[in-house]
Nanobody, 117 residues
Framework: QVQLVESGGGLVQAGGSLRLSCAASGRIISIKVMGWYRQAPGKQRELVAHITRGGSTNYADSVKGRFTISRDNAKNTVYLQMNSLKPEDTAVYYC???????????WGQGTQVTVSS
């Protein structure tokens, strides 16, 4: 059984920073991709950033230059450093793990990020 433990969300003023962490544990074989998605009220879940095991990254245009994704393969942990936060970044942020030969997806429970103006 896979477990994803997310942490680091909270309330911050516009222009501030937060760092999200997502640690994976359990029966995980061959992690392919780890990433972050977010969902604001009334909106669809959208990609924020993801990173492959080899370190290749992809970012949503709205966060490029402000957010940085990184991972520690030894700890099966992915991080999202969020700088210059804006009110429109307010959302529930979900960690996504893609692993195994079948590229199975597993979602975290989500962590709330609120940016006040």
């Amino acid at each position: 059984q896979v477990q994803l433990v997310e942490s680091g969300g909270g309330l911050v003023q516009a222009g501030g920073s937060l760092r999200l962490s997502c640690a994976a544990s359990g029966r995980i074989i061959s992690i392919k991709v780890m990433g972050w998605y977010r969902q604001a009220p009334g909106k669809q879940r959208e990609l924020v950033a993801h990173i492959t095991r080899g370190g290749s990254t992809n970012y949503a245009d709205s966060v490029k230059g402000r957010f940085t994704i990184s991972r520690d393969n030894a700890k099966n942990t992915v991080y999202l450093q969020m700088n210059s936060l804006k009110p429109e970044d307010t959302a529930v942020y979900y960690c996504l793990l893609t692993y195994g030969s079948t590229w199975s997806d597993y979602w975290g429970q989500g962590t709330q990020v609120t940016v006040s103006s």
